[in-house]
């Protein structure tokens, strides 16, 4: 946890943008291990956001464990952090992620007049509660295509060090009263404090694109009625 910071001007905002691409390259390295059959969790997700209030801001991380696998999962997840502490982001992860970023936000650029107006309503709350910029997609994205060419590797890899430290974290674990019994407040404070000691080893980027089929079945002519 710490301190709110609101985004008052545009270089607050450059700073919001440089959030969101850690929140989303650690989003993608939760995901590809989720995806494996060792992962110890169902699913996993990442993001940064207000925190029991107006005033306090998070780096939260979430998953759903597979069946009892909870002291299993909190490692996991402490590693995938730690890790990109130790040795930060991949230039080709951050390239990956400042594209799908931007095409997030032309994309809303597109389904402009398609907005319910409950966005607009939320977009509203927020920027009163908590002065959250209320831009609107096309001013959006030209203030996209302005800064994010200028976001380098050393600006998320020091954004994450300034998110992470040895306070004001928070560890939650929810479960069915059935498994009361085997939730240990002191083994997790144990494993936090061993996960966050160690050096783990850097992360290797496996990415390669791939076609949605490798092989495209041959077209057949549709019967004539």
Known sequence: KHAHTPILTLWD????????????MLHDRLNETGNTLASPYVHAMCHHDSYGGRTTDALELYAQVKASMVSETIIELLKQVYTAVQHGFLASELERQKFELYSRYANNVQEYANTYHNEWAEACTMHF???QPMPGAVRAYEYIQQLLPGISLADVNGKIKTWITDSNYVLCV???????SMLDTNEYKAIYTEVKSVEHAPYSDNYAP????ENIPESKTPLST
Do not use: F
């Open 13 to 24: 905002y450059r700073d919001y943008i440089v959030g969101t691409l850690v929140t989303g």
């Open 129 to 131: 509660l908590q002065q």
């Open 174 to 180: 929810t479960a069915p009263d059935a498994l009361r």
């Open 210 to 213: 791939r076609p949605l089929m």
